[in-house]
């Protein structure tokens, strides 16, 4: 809700569905900061206008470059088997992971089953 505040604040619009970033770089890595609580991730909104930060929370602008895309349909809890086939198609086409992943979700998980959700998955490669 802090960022949500902080958009409307600065009368900026978000243009987007909401994203989530994570920096573990590795399968093992997000497994281990779940289990200890301590993930290192971030929330994202596409917005519209000149953003400023707020307090904690920071503006700026995603790079962007080259993705590998999979689409995951269903209760995010699922989406570890998405992951794994994510993770094996970068490895038998020799593509290294460059950045951290993101998690765009296209529809609300309070208005949609969740059999219907649907998170597009954006890895950086080389």
Not at 69 to 93: D, Q
Not at 108 to 115: A, L, N, Q
Request: glycine share 8%.
């Amino acid at each position: 809700m802090e960022v949500f505040v902080c958009i409307r604040e600065q009368g900026i619009s978000v243009i987007g569905p909401p994203a989530y970033i994570c920096h573990e770089e590795s399968v093992a890595d997000v497994h281990k900061a779940q289990e200890m609580g301590n993930a290192d991730i971030e929330v994202a909104f596409p917005v519209e206008g000149d953003a400023k930060g707020c307090g904690d929370i920071t503006a700026y602008e995603l790079p962007g470059g080259k993705m590998a895309r999979i689409i995951h349909m269903g209760p995010y809890p699922e989406s570890v088997e998405t992951y794994k086939e994510l993770f094996a198609w970068l490895h038998k086409n020799n593509h290294v992971l460059v950045g951290p992943i993101r998690e765009v979700y296209i529809n609300d998980p309070k208005t949609t089953e969740e059999d219907l959700l649907v998170t597009w998955i954006y890895a950086p490669i080389c």
